[in-house]
């Protein structure tokens, strides 16, 4: 006999009796199928159906349902029903439920199709959610008034369905902030395992989720589903995220104990409708970095597009666009500070301890100096210098196309290069400044170097383990900055990820947008953290402290092993 439970202490028993007794035939109307073809997906065809409720006034934005395996799943929830009915008592809010089914790619007629299913649900990354955002909904907005606020949206799934409804709100929580996930497949078939340990790392992000599962789930060479879902719930809840349950005795891999707790997660899910689902703080937090009520803020720049930063010794930040390099002080004003000569375009740059500012010049393959009258002064000729970062001692700088570090001394005026097995990219002295952090364009890992006494740069090792976005086959990383705890903080595609003295990624900061060039610490105390991203500047305070590479070394405490 199947037996289910309901763990949780927030799901009322009254609404199960609600279910039972006023859920019946569905009033609502079900347009469709219709047919999508999908860019995105190419060569994709799919069907969809448009949930209408009768409450529906096309004068006013109505809430959001997205659900996966289309019209199949939602009867066989009751979806439809359900919805009518909680509406109806106004329990949740009016909404358009648009369900979707998985592409496939027709083949010949005596021939299976290639099915989508796994390839589209099961993935991670960003292609499902822009599948959504930039094809089906403006198709389905034509027709209804649907709102664009995130906090009106919801995306369900299960199975598979469920880990795609999920990772349509990870990557997208400006437009989804509420997850309906049942028997959710968050195991190893695509990489979906990942997400209980980028749950625990990344930033909190503005979501709620409501996991349903059994306790017969399937158990297979992908995983465990059970054992999966419990560890989704556990992270989740460590990482301060609004987050309920339901677990059922005896549940398999199967729709039959949702459909007795559906009505009461969606109650749930909606609850305190509209006030906005908010962002919560983890608790237990190994390094605490975040501050309460702070987050990334763009620097207005008018015109201009911010590329790769240096910071001086007052904490104001500086970058460059083509020929110019620009100065904004603590208020957050940019204005004009030194231009290169020759039609030059400056790349990235680095103060040192006199005042001045080295500046690569991509145009002109060469590095300059500019000092506090803004005079340019050439330095070194014949580089292809992607980043750099000045010592007390001299300059470090990446050639990413020849797969090797330069390091040009001060005091004798000469260059000495040390070849690498990848592309450099970012570079950053550790806090003591006996180490060398160098980041790469096109390897999973980024490596530490010692630094000698003559500045050159031995024993290089895979040490910092990056997470990778899904599909690529590097971290990509581009800047790096160094905290007086001795933390990395590396620009990445996933985000800002800060790795400890050992090179493990301890926590991931959430990127203001588009792909990250640079990061750096800057303000009066060096608390603040300044990305440039797509062009344009973003700042954050947070709990840490910066160093400069060229002052004294900062003694940090004992690494945690």
Same mark, same amino acid.
């Given at each position: 006999m199947?037996k289910?439970?309901?763990?949780?202490?927030?799901?009322?028993?009254?609404?199960l009796?609600?279910?039972?007794?006023?859920i019946?035939?569905?009033s609502?109307?079900?347009?469709g199928?219709?047919?999508w073809?999908?860019?995105?997906?190419?060569g994709?065809e799919?069907n969809?159906?448009v949930?209408v409720?009768?409450r529906?006034d096309a004068?006013k934005p109505?809430?959001?349902m997205?659900?996966q395996?289309?019209?199949?799943?939602?009867?066989?929830w009751n979806l439809p029903?359900?919805?009518?009915?909680?509406?109806?008592?106004k329990?949740?809010?009016v909404q358009?439920?648009?369900?979707?089914d998985h592409?496939?790619?027709?083949?010949?007629a005596?021939?299976y199709?290639?099915?989508?299913?796994s390839?589209e649900?099961d993935?991670?990354?960003?292609?499902y959610?822009?599948?959504?955002l930039e094809?089906l909904l403006p198709?389905v907005s034509?027709?209804?008034?649907?709102?664009a606020?995130p906090?009106?949206?919801?995306?369900?799934g299960?199975?598979?369905?469920?880990?795609c409804?999920?990772n349509?709100?990870?990557?997208?929580?400006?437009?989804f902030?509420r997850?309906l996930?049942?028997?959710?497949?968050y195991?190893?078939?695509?990489g979906?395992?990942?997400?209980?340990?980028l749950?625990?790392?990344?930033?909190?992000k503005?979501?709620?989720?409501?996991l349903?599962?059994g306790?017969k789930?399937?158990?297979?060479y992908a995983?465990?589903?059970w054992?999966a879902n419990q560890?989704m719930?556990?992270?989740?809840?460590w990482a301060?995220?609004e987050?309920?349950h339901a677990?059922?005795?005896?549940?398999?891999?199967?729709?039959?104990?949702?459909?007795t707790?559906?009505?009461?997660?969606l109650?749930?899910?909606?609850?305190?409708?509209?006030?906005?689902v908010q962002t919560?703080?983890g608790k237990?937090?190994r390094?605490n970095?975040?501050l309460e009520?702070?987050?990334w803020?763009?620097?207005p720049?008018?015109?201009?597009?911010a590329?790769?930063l240096?910071v001086d010794e007052? *904490?104001?930040?500086? /970058?460059?666009d083509?020929?110019?390099? #620009?100065? $904004? =002080?603590?208020?957050?004003?940019a204005?004009p500070y030194?231009?290169l000569?020759?039609k030059?375009?400056? *790349?990235?740059?680095? /103060?040192?301890r006199?005042?001045r500012? #080295?500046? $690569? =010049?991509?145009r002109?393959?060469?590095?300059?100096?500019?000092d506090?009258?803004?005079v340019?002064?050439?330095v070194?000729?014949?580089?292809?210098?992607?980043f750099?970062t000045?010592s007390?001692n001299?300059?470090y700088?990446?050639e990413t196309s020849?797969?090797r570090?330069?390091?040009?001394s001060?005091s004798k005026r000469e260059?000495?290069?040390?070849a690498?097995?990848?592309?450099?990219s970012?570079?950053?002295i550790s806090a003591?400044?006996t180490?060398?952090?160098?980041?790469?364009?096109?390897?999973v890992f980024?490596y530490?170097?010692k630094?000698m006494?003559d500045?050159?740069l031995k024993?290089?090792q895979e040490y910092i383990?990056?997470h990778i976005?899904?599909?690529?086959t590097?971290?990509?990383v581009?800047?790096?900055a160094?905290?007086?705890e001795?933390?990395?903080?590396?620009?990445?595609p996933?985000?800002?990820?800060v790795s400890?003295?050992l090179?493990r990624?301890?926590f991931i900061f959430?990127k203001?947008?588009?792909?990250i060039?640079?990061?750096k610490?800057g303000?009066?105390?060096?608390?603040?953290?300044?990305?440039?991203?797509?062009?344009k500047?973003?700042s954050?305070?947070?709990?840490?402290?910066?160093?400069f590479?060229?002052?004294?070394p900062v003694k940090?405490p004992k690494p945690?092993?």
């Amino acid at each position: 006999m199947l037996k289910f439970f309901i763990t949780t202490s927030l799901l009322l028993a009254p609404l199960l009796a609600f279910t039972q007794q006023k859920i019946g035939s569905t009033s609502g109307e079900i347009k469709g199928p219709f047919v999508w073809k999908s860019n995105i997906y190419p060569g994709t065809e799919r069907n969809y159906w448009v949930y209408v409720p009768t409450r529906y006034d096309a004068s006013k934005p109505a809430c959001l349902m997205v659900v996966q395996d289309g019209l199949s799943r939602a009867k066989g929830w009751n979806l439809p029903a359900v919805l009518d009915s909680l509406i109806s008592e106004k329990i949740i809010p009016v909404q358009i439920g648009v369900f979707v089914d998985h592409g496939s790619v027709p083949t010949t007629a005596d021939a299976y199709p290639r099915y989508n299913r796994s390839f589209e649900y099961d993935a991670l990354g960003d292609r499902y959610s822009r599948f959504l955002l930039e094809e089906l909904l403006p198709e389905v907005s034509k027709s209804y008034n649907i709102s664009a606020d995130p906090n009106d949206r919801s995306i369900a799934g299960a199975s598979s369905g469920a880990i795609c409804a999920f990772n349509v709100a990870w990557e997208r929580p400006d437009q989804f902030r509420r997850v309906l996930s049942t028997i959710g497949t968050y195991v190893g078939l695509r990489g979906g395992d990942e997400f209980v340990t980028l749950v625990r790392k990344t930033e909190s992000k503005p979501l709620r989720v409501f996991l349903q599962d059994g306790t017969k789930d399937l158990d297979i060479y992908a995983g465990d589903w059970w054992m999966a879902n419990q560890s989704m719930l556990s992270a989740l809840t460590w990482a301060g995220y609004e987050v309920n349950h339901a677990w059922g005795e005896g549940g398999g891999h199967d729709s039959k104990h949702t459909i007795t707790i559906l009505a009461d997660a969606l109650t749930w899910l909606w609850k305190d409708y509209p006030q906005p689902v908010q962002t919560h703080k983890g608790k237990n937090q190994r390094i605490n970095l975040l501050l309460e009520g702070e987050s990334w803020k763009e620097i207005p720049l008018n015109n201009m597009k911010a590329g790769k930063l240096a910071v001086d010794e007052k *904490g104001d930040v500086f /970058f460059g666009d083509k020929q110019s390099i #620009y100065k $904004v =002080d603590h208020q957050g004003v940019a204005s004009p500070y030194a231009r290169l000569k020759e039609k030059g375009e400056a *790349g990235s740059m680095s /103060f040192s301890r006199d005042g001045r500012l #080295y500046v $690569v =010049d991509v145009r002109q393959h060469k590095i300059v100096a500019i000092d506090n009258d803004g005079v340019v002064r050439d330095v070194l000729y014949n580089v292809d210098a992607d980043f750099l970062t000045v010592s007390a001692n001299g300059i470090y700088f990446s050639e990413t196309s020849k797969d090797r570090i330069g390091f040009y001394s001060f005091s004798k005026r000469e260059t000495q290069y040390s070849a690498v097995p990848f592309h450099p990219s970012g570079l950053a002295i550790s806090a003591e400044q006996t180490l060398l952090n160098v980041g790469a364009a096109n390897h999973v890992f980024g490596y530490s170097f010692k630094i000698m006494d003559d500045g050159s740069l031995k024993f290089g090792q895979e040490y910092i383990h990056y997470h990778i976005p899904y599909g690529n086959t590097s971290a990509a990383v581009a800047g790096l900055a160094i905290d007086a705890e001795n933390l990395l903080y590396s620009a990445t595609p996933m985000g800002v990820q800060v790795s400890d003295q050992l090179g493990r990624i301890n926590f991931i900061f959430s990127k203001p947008m588009g792909g990250i060039t640079d990061v750096k610490f800057g303000g009066s105390n060096l608390d603040i953290l300044y990305t440039s991203c797509s062009g344009k500047l973003f700042s954050r305070k947070i709990n840490a402290k910066g160093t400069f590479s060229w002052a004294s070394p900062v003694k940090p405490p004992k690494p945690g092993l």
